[in-house]
């Protein structure tokens, strides 16, 4: 269990920092430090080891210099001073009893496997994940909560329901935190991602970018979805154990489970957290892509921009303003003149009904644009040139748009980045498509 998650009461910070000052603590690896432990810690891995013999750490650590630095000199020295230097860091642990009369054995400390996990492991929360850890988290709090209700006496509180609290469950909510890093870590990835692309492909990475975003969105959406329906759940079977630990007068118990409702409070804080981050930097990115790729698809601006900064010490440019004031006009002295009220003479305003024909100009229009699409017109100008004058002169301006509405209904249409025009009428240009086929666009 990760000691970030035990359900013991938190030790005061100033004093563990205050010891960590006094012991004079610190970390210092170099890149062939690393390569070695993540050697050792792929070889146990591989191998079942428990532990490495001298001669072996030795055999490896020559290995790594022949990869790192292939030039090195004496390279079993080097490799005496990094066991000692790896011990004194606390990274490797001697196993062994026998002190100076024989070599000894090492093995990996905790420290020294949490640092290689974190270069190796690739774990980042997904939707099977949670949902795995959030369903064997809800049985086990069910049993313990049956033992909980059935427990009698400090040993069985301690045995059944203290016990499986700090370990099982704190484990399974340390999975879940350790999966929750490892996604931040793969956001932080995408985002970086998207600045790459945008940096060298500009605006044809547009599509890739959008689709970065939305398969990054719907994810945390998901996983925000089951966190806060699961989430509820563990409190409320927390808090029924606490409830009995209380009526019990159990305090060890009520503290354990005290400690393990934050480690799930902070778990659904998280999901908020992160959704809430993600929705912003998303508005930015699209605002971005919107506002500056797709109005500089050739980067013509952006490029004109850098060039004026760049020479701005040989050619300054300014911005001159000055600000005149309004003039001041002094109207003559005038009496005033109480003026009558606006009124309207009264007369009957209602006219009597009158029979008209009834307006059928849509369906017309698409009856119209129907036929002109049998009878083989390839462009939404040929529709247009054939449906519109043979409706009345007022309404053919309005009438240009419903025609290219239901050309998009009945056709598959495509256009140009740069939309040609095209004239239809005398007085009438539109931006013109090509319709590619009849059928749902």
């Known amino acids: 269990m990760e000691p970030g998650h035990d359900t013991r009461p938190p030790a005061d910070p100033s004093r563990v920092i205050a010891s960590l000052a006094r012991d004079r603590v610190n970390l ?47 390279p079993r020295k080097r490799a005496t001073h990094a066991i000692q230097r790896l011990r004194e860091q606390r990274m490797l642990a001697r196993v062994d009893g026998a002190g ?88 932080e990835e995408v985002q970086a991602e998207i600045a790459t692309l945008l940096s060298a492909d500009w605006f044809s990475a547009v599509d890739r970018c959008q689709s970065l975003l939305d398969t990054t969105t719907s994810t945390l959406r998901e996983l925000n979805e089951i966190l806060l329906r699961d989430t509820n759940h563990f409190v409320a079977l927390l808090q029924e154990i606490q409830t009995l630990a209380i009526s019990a007068s159990n305090a060890d118990a009520e503290a354990t489970v005290q400690r393990v409702i934050e480690h799930v409070d902070r778990i659904a804080a998280w999901g ?42 040989s050619r300054p440019f300014h911005l001159v303003t000055a600000r005149a004031p309004s003039i001041r006009l002094l109207r003559p002295l005038e009496a005033r003149v109480e003026r009558p009220p606006v009124e309207r003479p009264r007369a009957d305003r209602e006219a009597a009904p009158a029979w008209v024909e009834p307006e059928r100009l849509v369906a017309d229009i698409e009856a119209l644009v129907e036929r002109a699409l049998d009878e083989g017109a390839a462009t939404l100008a040929a529709v247009s040139a054939r449906v519109l004058p043979g409706l009345p002169e007022p309404v053919r301006y309005a009438a240009a748009g419903r025609i290219a509405d239901a050309v998009a209904r009945r056709a598959r249409v495509r256009s140009e980045r740069e939309r040609p025009w095209a004239h239809v009428l005398e007085r009438i240009e539109i931006e013109d498509w090509a319709v590619e086929g009849r059928g749902a666009p």
């Open 272 to 313: 908020a957290a992160r959704q809430r981050a993600w929705s912003e930097y998303y508005q930015y990115v699209h605002r971005y892509l919107r506002d500056v790729v797709r109005l500089d698809p050739e980067r013509a601006l952006s490029q004109r921009l850098r060039d004026q900064l760049a020479a701005w010490p």
């Open 100 to 187: 100076l009369v024989r070599a000894g054995e090492y093995a990996l400390t905790r420290l020294a496997a949490a640092v290689v996990e974190y270069f190796l492991a690739d774990e980042a929360l997904t939707r099977e994940s949670l949902t795995l850890l959030t369903g064997t988290l809800r049985a086990q709090l069910a049993e313990i909560l049956a033992a909980a209700r059935k427990a009698e006496g400090d040993g069985a509180w301690r045995a059944t329901v203290a016990g499986p609290l700090r370990v099982t469950v704190a484990d399974l909510v340390s999975g879940i935190e350790r999966r929750q890093r490892g996604l931040d870590a793969q956001q």
């Open 28 to 74: 210092d690896l170099k890149t062939v430090d690393l390569c070695f432990l993540a050697g050792l810690y792929l070889r146990a891995d591989k191998a079942a080891l428990a532990s490495f013999e001298e001669d072996a750490l030795v055999d490896l650590f020559e290995q790594v210099c022949d990869v790192v630095d292939p030039g090195a000199e004496n």
